[in-house]
């Protein structure tokens, strides 16, 4: 079946821009993520959404970012005047349920990500 | 934040070899998971193993866990070329069993 996609794969934009990242998690997957990965750095979490509600989203660094979910399925994560040290990989990631869960219910599978460059 | 440290940060071995990383992390976890990374197929969940297991097998690879030393290790038995990716530690903490803490990961290339 099809995994996670995400879209754009590249996004390059000027500091100041607005700019929306897409992620369609595998279907049926209730739980979602998003990370960021920086150049030789591992992931670093974001926000997590169970459902359409963002369950934690400790992890966002400023209010520049928000993410929403409206439907328990797509998620877009939006940026609002983007700054040089935003540039990063956004991954997304969708699980069956929230880790924790019974054995198998914690992986997660992660999209090919969207390479933001912000000039 | 990361929650784990790789070790050694990059490694280079002959195919045919066995590869060992290290990971340590700081709090307790539910879970640690560990994630391949190259960049024809992202990131790619190869193993779990809960708080409360010591060892689990998958294949070619084996993972241990010490929870009293907080750290884990992947062994990846006879590499391939195609084992050739940055491999992550990820660990889900306890009582916020929801994301991935990460480490920095270590850099693997197999040789032919």
């Known amino acids: 079946g099809a995994g996670v996609s995400q879209t754009p794969s590249n996004k390059v934009t000027e500091k100041g821009k607005y700019v929306e990242l897409r992620c369609d998690p595998i279907s049926g997957h209730t739980a979602l993520y998003w990370y960021r990965q920086s150049l030789g750095q591992g992931p670093e979490f974001l926000i997590y959404f169970q459902g359409t509600g963002a369950a934690d989203d400790s992890g966002l660094p400023n209010d520049r970012f928000f993410a929403v979910r409206p439907e328990g399925s797509v998620s877009t994560l939006k940026i609002q005047r983007t700054e040089r040290g935003d540039s990063a990989v956004y991954l997304c990631?969708?699980?069956?349920?929230?880790?924790?869960?019974?054995?198998?219910?914690?992986?997660?599978?992660f999209g090919p990500g969207t390479r933001l460059t912000v000039l | 934040s990361q929650q784990g440290e790789e070790d050694p940060q990059a490694l280079s071995i002959q195919e045919g070899e066995n590869a060992t990383m290290n990971c340590s992390y700081k709090?307790?976890?539910?879970?640690l998971q560990w994630y391949r990374q190259n960049s024809g197929r992202g990131l790619v969940h190869l193993i779990l193993i809960r708080s409360n297991e010591r060892e689990k097998h998958s294949g070619r690879l084996r993972v241990t866990l010490d929870t009293s030393k907080k750290s884990s290790s992947l062994l990846i038995t006879a590499s391939r070329a195609a084992d050739t990716a940055s491999y992550f530690c990820a660990t889900v903490q306890a009582g916020n069993n929801r994301k991935l803490i990460w480490g920095l990961g270590t850099s693997l290339a197999v040789n032919p």
């Open positions: 990631a969708s699980s069956l349920a929230i880790a924790g869960g019974p054995a198998g219910y914690n992986e997660q599978f």
């Open positions: 709090t307790s976890i539910n879970n």
